[in-house]
């Protein structure tokens, strides 16, 4: 079973309705719609406000979720999610079936002068970054790491943080996180 069938499964079992959902959750309909239909999983805050609107513990959205492994993941599918968290920065899956993996690897992009949000992942994750392009600062825990193209950094992402392009130009970096364990 996929996040999608769990969400629809529960959603049908309490007799809501999908705008309904999308106006108690904050979530929009579209997006509820697309992760039903296993066109996308949706972010862990996303997964967060639907269980908080269906009146759930967010760990019930993932009770029984399959953990069959793909063999390969040659990545080369167009068809990733992107999420926009603001004109400043998006983050890109660059794989799919992520609840089945042990690790998530994203394509970040940040506009000149712009910032991600504050992220805090859950205690034991982890992060690495792997700087494709541009001048990043990286604020962890409110201590400061500059790094350039080719510049890496692994680190405790359950430490808050989040990234600033203090360059020119749109700032490209991967990011690998292993996702949280429930």
Known sequence: MYIGEKLHAIRKAK??????????SGVQMAT?????????????ESHIQIAKALGIDVTELYKGLSHQNAIIDFGNDKNTD??????????E?????????????????????????KEQAQGGTEKFIFVLDGHVEININAQV??????????FDAALPHFYRNIG????KLISVGTPVSL
Do not use: C, Q, W
């Not at 992760?35 to 999983?41: A, P, Q, R, S, Y």
């Not at 660059?94 to 949000?117: A, F, H, Q, Y």
């Open 145 to 154: 790491f500059i790094l350039h193209k080719y510049n890496t950094l692994y």
């Open 32 to 44: 509820l719609s697309r992760i039903e239909n296993k066109k996308m999983i949706g972010t862990l």
């Open 168 to 171: 020119k130009g749109v700032v």
């Open 82 to 91: 992107v999420f926009t968290h603001s004109d400043e920065a998006s983050f």
């Open 93 to 117: 899956i660059l794989t799919k079936n992520i609840m089945n993996k042990k690790m998530m690897p994203t394509l970040v992009r940040i506009e000149e002068g712009g910032k991600t949000s």
């Open 15 to 24: 007799k809501i309705s999908l705008t309904e959902l999308s106006e108690k």
